[in-house]
């Protein structure tokens, strides 16, 4: 990687997950392999370039591995890593946070106060 990480663990983590489409792309990749086009199908509105340096970046740090397939066509498959499955847990607490403490719908709690 160009730049070190930072010394505190939840910097490390929300440079690593930095913006939207990261956490999306391992939400997806907790329910197995998916290839390149699977992954922009489950994620409307993403563009591929930016879908491909999020897969690199996580290839780099060792969150995903890339396996190419010597087949015609070519298929490429992109698989959570141990540490990448590991991140199920904190998919599951921010989940369980938004339920009891985020609104659906409407305007956040207090905001009309």
Same mark, same amino acid.
């Given at each position: 990687?160009?730049?070190?990480?930072?010394?505190?663990?939840?910097? @490390?983590? =929300?440079?690593?997950?930095?913006?939207?489409?990261? +956490?999306? !792309?391992?939400?997806?990749?907790?329910?197995?392999?998916?290839?390149?086009?699977?992954?922009?199908?489950?994620?409307?509105?993403?563009?591929?370039?930016?879908?491909?340096?999020?897969?690199?970046?996580?290839?780099? !740090?060792?969150?995903? +591995?890339?396996?190419?397939?010597?087949?015609?066509?070519?298929?490429?498959?992109?698989? =959570? +890593?141990?540490?990448?499955?590991?991140?199920?847990?904190?998919?599951?607490?921010?989940?369980?946070?938004?339920?009891?403490?985020?609104? @659906? +719908?409407?305007?956040?709690?207090?905001?009309? @106060?």
């Amino acid at each position: 990687m160009e730049h070190p990480l930072p010394e505190c663990p939840i910097a @490390r983590f =929300l440079t690593v997950l930095d913006g939207p489409w990261a +956490t999306l !792309i391992v939400r997806e990749l907790l329910t197995g392999p998916k290839r390149f086009t699977e992954l922009r199908a489950a994620l409307p509105g993403i563009s591929p370039k930016t879908l491909s340096s999020r897969l690199r970046r996580f290839v780099l !740090i060792g969150l995903v +591995t890339r396996t190419a397939y010597p087949e015609v066509p070519p298929r490429v498959e992109y698989r =959570l +890593t141990p540490a990448g499955t590991r991140l199920q847990v904190v998919f599951d607490a921010m989940a369980a946070w938004a339920e009891q403490d985020l609104p @659906r +719908t409407g305007s956040a709690r207090g905001a009309d @106060r």
